[in-house]
């Protein structure tokens, strides 16, 4: 139980575009689903919160109007990069909390790879 | 805010050899404690998990103790595999907001 799953895995898309990674919660509901962004070799940095419903919470430093985050049930919530630009390459990582079991912390989707060329 | 500071890496063991991955911590209240694996090429696997002061997260031979007192949860494995590769991150969550913050990672390597 408890998967959260991504689409797509990896995406390759060209500079000015724009690009929809999908994240679902495959087996709960989540009213709250985090989008995090990993640079190679570095940590994961939170980009946002997303909350069914209602908009996202993005943190300091983190364009709002380059990173579009939609909440629209409690199994899907999608990050539309606008815009795209080769320094937006990253793996993009999305979790879900599964509040229904009332377990703390996130289950994490595998990854989108993300390439802007 | 709350950190999470991790032992620098990379680690390369021996396999068999015993494994510790130093993480500590600051936060406010008291946060639930996580430590991920990620495998090469994939995403964020929870290998262990303590919610509170003094338990004991244990998963596939590796454990962890939360220790309040020195704000601290270590990594550790007896007997490392060549498969247990990979990049371990130390977390703390928020137990009302629930977002996690991260450490910034060990790789590990096990050679033969």
């Known amino acids: 139980g408890a998967v959260v799953s991504q689409h797509p895995s990896r995406v390759i898309c060209k500079s000015g575009t724009s690009v929809k990674i999908e994240c679902r919660s495959l087996?709960?509901?989540?009213?709250?689903m985090f989008w995090y962004r990993q640079f190679p070799k570095q940590s994961l940095m939170l980009m946002a919160t997303?909350?069914?419903?209602?908009?996202?919470?993005?943190e300091q430093g983190v364009e709002k109007d380059k990173f579009l985050i939609n909440h629209a049930s409690l199994t899907l919530s999608t990050l539309t990069v606008t815009s795209a630009h080769p320094e937006d390459s990253s793996f993009y990582i999305c979790?879900?909390?599964?509040?229904?079991?009332?377990?703390?912390?996130?289950?994490f989707g595998p990854g989108t790879r993300l390439t802007v060329t | 805010g709350d950190s999470v500071t991790q032992m620098e890496g990379p680690v390369t063991l021996s396999e068999e050899a015993f494994l510790t991955i130093n993480c500590t911590y600051t936060?406010?209240?008291?946060?639930?404690l996580f430590w991920y694996v990620q495998y090469p090429g994939e995403g964020l696997q929870l290998l262990l998990k303590?919610?509170?002061?003094?338990d004991k997260g244990s998963n596939k031979g590796f454990e962890a103790t939360y220790r309040k007192e020195t704000t601290s949860f270590h990594l550790e494995k007896g007997s490392v595999q060549v498969s247990d590769s990979a990049v371990y991150f130390c977390?703390?969550?928020?137990?009302?907001?629930?977002?996690?913050?991260f450490g910034d990672g060990t790789t590990l390597t096990v050679k033969p």
């Open positions: 979790s879900a909390r599964d509040q229904g079991r009332g377990r703390p912390g996130q289950y």
């Open positions: 087996d709960f509901q989540a009213t709250t």
């Open positions: 997303s909350n069914e419903g209602s908009k996202a919470t993005y």
């Open positions: 936060a406010t209240g008291y946060p639930s």
């Open positions: 303590a919610t509170k002061a003094d």
């Open positions: 977390a703390l969550s928020d137990t009302n907001a629930g977002k996690s913050t």
